[in-house]
């Protein structure tokens, strides 16, 4: 490019061959990548025969070039372990409209041929997750193929998910900083590399403006998601590659205020960048705004009145919330229906959610990997729950949003479990009683305290409030309930013993889930993982083996039907079933179980699943109809998640008759 930029008349391809000292052939490859360069910046490479090659722009612009092209001396060529190898092809396809040889990505990466085609398998899972195919075909070459709307989802999630790659040759922009924050500084660099003929700044300006327009804020993952969506529309646009939405979708759009909302930033964007959006991308970016979050929803979560709030909601909607909320109840017997932060959080966050679900639009979720790790077991749960959205709507749910789920749910559980309620017990006059309370909550503000009661009143207090523990200042006995008995005056001591009891009650409610999953009497676990599903040890080459092999020995056995195995097999191509700590748990349409049941596999070596190392697998056959089936498996399985020295033990285990005794599964078959 620095031959071509320094000569203003054509140069042969055999002239720049013997400059730089490589064959023709090589030449030739090179220039195509310097032609997809050249495209992003809006500027053409002429080939003429028997002229020559030269680079046909204002000097205004090749001088831009020359600035952006390393210094003398510099070297461009880097190693890149596997990962960046896959996401640097991962690109070079997005953005090529042409057909790429395997020898052309090795000669980009200075590998092998046979190095390239084993990164091209993680390049196909990744894209077949966003539902787009790769082609390769001998004497021919490699390319994607899928619909334009999966094109730029999978463009999209690129941007967002390898945001903070390694910017090793990205040329840092002279201002670095968005317009607003929402949009992180990784994000605009990845944007401005990829796309440097579109000026993000522009998008951003019309976006904060429809902002005004609606008086509303989006928040931080809608409006990068936005910022991203029309970026890649501009890019595709001017490439002549528009998308296409049905009349009937179009009609119905066309109808909402978000409609009205995504016209106003089209008009902001079509004088800003001089090219004219189709009706249907229009549709698109109302579709984004429809599937967005706004910030000041979450005034709502002030209010008092559930039932006031509730009702602008879709009656469907208010069910599927309190489906979710009774399912996450059974499982962890605790109380989260009377939370209303939890049932208008999930109001407010499932609305939008069924929008872009309904039209095959997803949100990156960037805390994904922690909320596996650190919520593993609530995210169990929420894949249950999300098969309440699956069966009620017919549409699939991704992991990205079952990690939201389950953020809400974990936050719910906490605001359950911590701090500890109290009731306060006092004998005296209103105002000691009143002064105890204010004490209290001085010198101990982590427990809340339910009420301050007279001694006759204790018994139906305790109905009627959900309390942890009972403060007194009179001697008080009760059988189920820890009580402390303190001095009105609350001592240093009295603060100690409170501790204390605090400090047990969570050690008890520990050591009682590790023994009610080990003593699992009532034969719960033995009923629904029978010893003949358990397997110890087995080698998989991959998880789509796994899930086809165990299956059909799940339905020899007479659990499921045939058709369960592709059903699995379907929902692994759309999303990932791993859910931390080495674990995962596929599943199938829970119509074609028969006999409820699960399969415990633990692996001689993990097997990749989605990019994640999984050595136990809970291959789930489980009716979701039959809601203590379900409620009471998932609840020994959110223990099981939950105690990490009990899943090494399983993992460890040197046979099936080990992993059973761990689990007392009996000798059933």
Same mark, same amino acid.
């Given at each position: 490019m620095k031959i071509l930029l320094d000569n203003e008349k054509p140069i042969t391809t055999e002239q720049l061959a013997n400059m730089v000292k490589v064959s023709a052939r090589t030449i030739r490859s090179d220039l195509q990548a310097v032609e997809e360069i050249l495209d992003d910046f809006d500027i053409k490479l002429v080939r003429k025969p028997k002229v020559g090659i030269y680079i046909d722009a204002p000097i205004e612009k090749k001088i831009m070039l020359m600035e952006k092209l390393p210094h003398t001396g510099e070297s461009s060529i880097e190693s890149f372990d596997a990962r960046e190898r896959e996401k640097y092809i991962i690109l070079r396809l997005l953005?090529?409209?042409?057909?790429?040889?395997?020898?052309?990505?090795?000669?980009?990466?200075?590998?092998?041929?046979?190095? *390239?085609?084993?990164?091209?398998?993680?390049?196909?899972?990744?894209?077949?997750?966003h539902r787009l195919s790769l082609v390769r075909k001998p004497n021919y070459?490699?390319?994607?193929?899928?619909?334009? @709307?999966?094109?730029?989802?999978?463009?999209?999630?690129? /941007? +967002?998910?390898?945001?903070?790659?390694?910017?090793?040759?990205?040329?840092?922009?002279?201002?670095?900083?968005?317009?607003?924050?929402?949009?992180?500084?990784?994000?605009?660099k990845q944007l401005r590399n990829l796309f440097p003929q579109i000026d993000v700044r522009k998008v951003e300006r019309a976006i904060l403006e429809s902002e005004k327009f609606m008086n509303s804020s989006f928040t931080q993952e809608t409006y990068t998601a936005l910022v991203v969506? *029309? +970026?890649?529309?501009i890019k595709r646009l001017k490439e002549q590659k528009d998308i296409k939405m049905p009349d009937t979708q179009m009609q119905k759009l066309k109808e909402t205020e978000e409609f009205n909302v995504a016209t106003f930033i089209v008009g902001e964007l079509e004088r800003e960048f001089n090219v004219k959006f189709p009706e249907s991308e229009i549709g698109y970016i109302s579709l984004h705004i429809l599937g967005a979050k706004l910030q000041d929803q979450t005034v709502l979560l002030k209010e008092d009145d559930i039932d006031v709030i509730l009702k602008d909601f879709d009656d469907d909607l208010v069910q599927i919330v309190y489906d979710i909320i009774h399912v996450a109840e059974n499982i962890l017997d605790v109380k989260l229906s009377n939370d209303k932060m939890l049932v208008?959080?999930?109001?407010l966050h499932l609305r939008p959610v069924i929008n872009r679900l309904k039209n095959g639009m997803n949100l990156h979720n960037p805390i994904l990997d922690q909320i596996k790790e650190n919520y593993t077991a609530i995210y169990g749960i929420a894949w249950i729950a999300a098969g309440i959205i699956e069966k009620r709507l017919g549409i699939k749910v991704g992991e990205e949003e079952v990690g939201y789920i389950a953020l809400h749910l974990g936050a719910a559980i906490e605001r359950a479990t911590y701090p500890k309620r109290a009731l306060v017990v006092c004998s005296s006059g209103i105002g000691t009683a009143q002064l105890l309370s204010t004490r209290l909550k001085k010198v101990l503000p982590d427990i809340?305290?339910?009420? +301050?009661?007279?001694?006759?009143?204790?018994?139906?207090?305790?109905?009627?409030k959900n309390v942890d523990l009972i403060i007194?200042? *009179?001697?008080?006995? &009760?059988?189920? &309930? =820890?009580?402390?008995? /303190?001095? =009105?005056?609350?001592?240093?001591?009295? /603060?100690? @013993?409170?501790?204390? *009891?605090?400090e047990n009650i969570s050690n008890i409610n520990n050591i009682n889930v590790q023994r009610r999953l080990r003593s699992?009497?009532?034969?719960?676990?033995? @009923?629904?993982?029978p010893n003949e599903l358990v397997f110890c040890k087995h080698t998989y080459r991959s998880k789509e083996e796994l899930i086809e092999k165990v299956g059909s020995i799940l339905v020899k056995k007479g659990y499921v039907s045939k058709e369960f195995i592709r059903a699995t097999l379907e929902r692994e191509k759309i999303t990932s079933t791993y859910i931390g700590r080495g674990?995962?748990? =596929?599943?199938?349409d829970d119509r074609l179980v028969k006999k409820p049941a699960v399969s415990i596999i633990t692996l001689k070596e993990p097997i990749d699943w989605w990019g994640e190392d999984v050595d136990l697998v809970f291959y789930l056959a489980l009716n979701f109809d039959n809601i203590q089936c379900t409620k009471n498996f998932f609840k020994e399985f959110y223990n099981m998640m939950d105690n990490p020295e009990l899943l090494q033990e399983i993992k460890d285990a040197k046979s099936s008759v080990e992993i059973s005794q761990i689990l007392h599964l009996g000798g059933e078959s």
């Open positions: 953005k090529s409209n042409k057909v790429l040889t395997t020898q052309q990505l090795a000669d980009d990466l200075f590998v092998s041929r046979m190095t *390239i085609s084993n990164d091209l398998k993680n390049v196909e899972k990744w894209l077949n997750k070459g490699i390319e994607i193929k899928g619909n334009e @709307k999966n094109w730029r989802n999978a463009y999209a999630d690129f /941007i +967002v998910t390898f945001s903070k790659r390694s910017e090793k040759r990205v040329v840092e922009e002279y201002d670095s900083v968005p317009m607003d924050k929402r949009l992180s500084a990784e994000n605009l969506h *029309i +970026v890649v529309s208008i959080g999930l109001a809340i305290l339910e009420d +301050v009661v007279p001694l006759r009143h204790v018994h139906s207090a305790i109905q009627n007194t200042t *009179i001697p008080l006995e &009760m059988e189920d &309930m =820890p009580v402390v008995l /303190i001095s =009105p005056l609350v001592t240093q001591t009295d /603060i100690l @013993k409170i501790r204390n *009891i605090l699992d009497k009532g034969g719960l676990v033995k @009923k629904l993982i674990v995962a748990i =596929p599943h199938g």
